[in-house]
């Protein structure tokens, strides 16, 4: 018999179980299920690690890092000075500057990177222009150079143009060696946003590039940010180039600085304000990243079909 | 409001050299319901694509009023279409995803919105403008794609199944839905499914298609009553007709030892000695065993209004689709005491007789 809406209302209670029974699909015990969750916990555990000893170390005195490597810190602290290490990082290694010099440079490429790679995917892709995939494809290839091989070529060429020891040039090079890995993230990208909605803007009358700018670009907008967020950290870490390229303190970038910082903290034992110093650098990567994870991994194509 | 007319219009694909619409004549009268109807791959969807300026044609031309539209784009040929997914704008709110266009007609903001409530109003839309289409149910952003056509007024809508992604009881409702709106707003519109009830129901004339070939535009009903060909005949009507192989002896075709007579206008038109008799499931009277064609019922479908006998005969059959032939259906008054294994004999009502050329497959004169 079925019971009735008021039966159910009036009789005892149901108390529906803690915790839903999995489907019997994930139930039992598979060896390779346990080695991922082993490798993925160790590979977590071993991060969270490096990132604690490294917050830690920032605050500790150069004894207390080798005596006390995992203990909570305690000499500066103890003597009211806490955040020593970090000021004198700061100061020492001229990251006040090199500090702007980096947000600035790194904006304005990952912007720039963006703004050349996004038309040149949707070109690609969507535009039915001819010898697209051929196009794609030496795009692609770009990526397999390791730009270590061209930096003597490229540090001749720059120089020939008076654009070495200069934060242009090295805004140029990021662009254009940044260009091909961008392109073709987004073209993948582009190809997976639906015809139909292509198709739905010509009836509406939008010419291509209104289509661009006002239907695939907001549609994309995830994958621009993934792009923009993979640009800014790539380059924010960047150090070979501007050690090739840079050579005024003027100029230096967060990571040039580092580097210049770690040969005269080194040599001072000042390992404290070393750490303090990797850890400025490091720190903003992943505060940004922890803040807009959540939008590269958020399609926003939801709702535009069935 | 305008006519449209195709003539001669061919399409190919790349790397096929099979045209996927082939030589097509068709001429829409202003007003006029139009339903493209076919299996899947027959070319409707590529026709209708045409119209709309989304695929090139290779040859003919297509008209709308007057004007030759055969390689304008899209936005100037002042079509509306609707398309299978609804292809609503994701990041746009209803009212600005049906309002789009006369934005890009640079129509003054009082006007645009006004149109845009006037549409919303006259779908039950009204307390949605704000929403994005995630929000909506199946049926709301059908009726939203519905909208962002109704409110550019334009001379042809174009749909492309509107309505294969709603459930079974929601396409009913909005089947009339659609066909009443586009009685009262008079605006021709050319609608392409595979779904031949649709096609009956909505449609105030149906053109089948086969293969990118024109098999047959007509009303429903001159389709249903007088299919051109075997195909028609057996894609039209549900359950298909029944199409029994006969062999023409003297004046008459005959049939598992029934006789079936012939003109002489229909044995002139014969090509060869083998003709196709299609009889609708409607169209058998059921006698007793040993009158008529012997069978015995195999499967028995009960829907209560009606009650369809599925049966086994010695008789050989055609199969339009090219599987197995399938049993032949008689329909029975509903609550029939019909019982499986049952023998019966069938004898066409006079007057419910297709006949066919087997070679050919056209119809014979009646």
């Known amino acids: 018999m079925t019971s009735t809406v008021d039966e159910r209302?009036?009789?005892?209670?149901?108390?529906?179980?803690?915790?839903?029974?999995?489907?019997?699909?994930?139930?039992?015990?598979?060896?390779?299920?346990?080695?991922g969750m082993a490798v993925v916990w160790l590979f977590t555990a071993l991060n969270v690690l490096v990132l604690y000893?490294?917050?830690?170390?920032?605050?500790?005195?150069p004894i207390e890092i080798f005596t006390k490597p995992f203990a909570l810190p305690s000499y500066w602290i103890e003597r009211g000075q806490a955040f020593r290490n970090l000021a004198y990082a700061w100061n020492n290694a001229g990251?006040?500057?090199?500090?702007?010099?980096?947000?600035?440079?790194v904006a304005v490429s990952s912007v720039a990177i963006v703004l050349l790679a996004a038309p040149a995917a949707y070109a690609l892709t969507r535009l039915g222009v001819r010898g697209a995939n051929g196009l794609t494809n030496f795009v692609a290839i770009g990526m397999g150079i390791p730009f270590q091989t061209v930096v003597i070529p490229l540090f001749i060429g720059m120089a020939e143009l008076d654009l070495t020891n200069n934060l242009f040039g090295l805004f140029l090079i990021y662009v254009a060696l940044s260009l091909p890995f961008t392109v073709f993230l987004l073209t993948g990208f582009f190809?997976?946003?639906?015809?139909?909605?292509?198709?739905?803007?010509?009836?509406d009358g939008a010419s291509p590039a209104r289509t661009f700018f006002t239907i695939m670009l907001p549609l994309a907008r995830g994958g621009l940010i993934t792009a923009l967020i993979l640009n800014a950290i790539g380059l924010w870490n960047e150090t070979l180039l501007s050690i090739v390229f840079l050579n005024e303190n003027a100029n230096f970038t967060l990571a040039r600085a580092l580097f210049a910082f770690n040969s005269a903290a080194s040599y001072q034992s000042e390992y404290g304000g070393l750490v303090a110093g990797v850890a400025i650098v490091v720190l903003p990567m992943l505060v940004l990243y922890v803040l807009l994870a959540r939008r590269i991994i958020t399609g926003l194509t939801l709702g535009a079909g069935k | 409001m305008a006519t449209v007319s195709f003539a001669g219009t061919t399409r190919y694909y790349a790397g096929n050299p099979v045209p996927a619409v082939d030589g097509l004549d068709l001429e829409v009268a202003d007003g006029e319901f139009l339903v493209l109807v076919g299996p899947s791959g027959c070319g409707k969807s590529t026709t209708l694509r045409m119209l709309a300026g989304l695929e090139g044609v290779d040859g003919g031309t297509i008209h709308i009023g007057e004007r030759d539209v055969t390689d304008l784009p899209p936005k100037e040929r002042d079509i509306a279409m609707v398309f299978q997914n609804y292809a609503l704008y994701p990041h746009m709110t209803v009212g600005e995803n049906i309002g789009f266009h006369l934005k890009i007609a640079k129509m003054a903001?009082?006007?645009?919105?006004?149109r845009v409530r006037?549409?919303?109003?006259?779908?039950?839309?009204?307390?949605?403008?704000?929403?994005k289409p995630a929000k909506l149910s199946g049926g709301q952003r059908q009726r939203v794609a519905m909208g962002r056509a109704i409110v550019?007024?334009?001379?042809?809508?174009?749909?492309?199944?509107?309505?294969?992604?709603?459930?079974?009881?929601?396409?009913?409702?909005?089947?009339?839905?659609?066909?009443?709106?586009?009685?009262?707003?008079?605006?021709?519109?050319?609608?392409?499914?595979?779904?031949?009830?649709?096609?009956?129901?909505?449609?105030?004339?149906?053109?089948?298609?086969?293969?990118?070939?024109?098999?047959?535009?007509?009303t429903p009903i001159g389709l249903f009553g007088k299919p051109a060909n075997?195909?028609?005949?057996?894609?039209?009507?549900?359950?298909?007709?029944?199409?029994?192989?006969?062999?023409?002896?003297?004046?008459?075709?005959?049939?598992?030892?029934?006789?079936?007579p012939l003109t002489p206008a229909q044995r002139a038109a014969l090509t060869s000695e083998a003709v196709v008799v299609g009889v609708r499931p409607e169209g058998w009277e059921i006698k007793a065993p040993g009158d008529g064609i012997p069978a015995t019922v195999e499967v028995v479908e009960e829907l209560g209004s009606d009650q369809y006998l599925y049966c086994s005969t010695s008789t050989s059959r055609v199969s339009v689709d090219g599987g197995a032939p399938e049993p032949i259906a008689v329909r029975a008054p509903g609550m029939s005491p019909w019982q499986r294994g049952e023998k019966l004999g069938l004898v066409p009502v006079p007057g419910a007789v297709h006949l066919f050329d087997a070679a050919t497959g056209a119809r014979l004169p009646d």
């Not at chain 1, 990251?95 to 702007?100: C, I, L, N, T, W």
């Not at chain 2, 042809?156 to 294969?164: G, K, R, T």
Request: aromatic letters at 6%; one cysteine or more; a neutral charge.
């Open chain 1, 9 to 35: 209302l009036g009789g005892p209670v149901r108390k529906p179980p803690r915790k839903p029974k999995p489907a019997p699909t994930a139930r039992g015990f598979s060896p390779l299920r346990a080695l």
């Open chain 1, 53 to 61: 000893w490294l917050v830690m170390a920032a605050f500790k005195s």
């Open chain 1, 95 to 105: 990251f006040g500057r090199a500090f702007v010099i980096t947000v600035v440079l």
């Open chain 1, 191 to 203: 190809r997976s946003l639906p015809d139909e909605l292509e198709e739905a803007a010509a009836i």
């Open chain 2, 109 to 114: 903001k009082s006007e645009r919105e006004s």
């Open chain 2, 118 to 131: 006037e549409a919303a109003a006259l779908l039950g839309l009204t307390d949605y403008l704000d929403r």
């Open chain 2, 152 to 218: 550019r007024s334009p001379q042809v809508f174009c749909m492309d199944e509107p309505l294969s992604n709603l459930d079974a009881k929601l396409r009913v409702q909005t089947r009339t839905q659609i066909a009443s709106l586009q009685r009262r707003l008079g605006v021709t519109t050319i609608y392409v499914t595979h779904d031949q009830v649709e096609a009956m129901t909505m449609g105030d004339r149906v053109a089948v298609l086969k293969d990118g070939l024109l098999q047959q535009c007509d």
């Open chain 2, 230 to 260: 075997l195909f028609v005949a057996g894609f039209i009507g549900s359950p298909a007709m029944n199409l029994i192989v006969g062999t023409v002896s003297g004046e008459s075709a005959e049939v598992d030892g029934s006789a079936i």
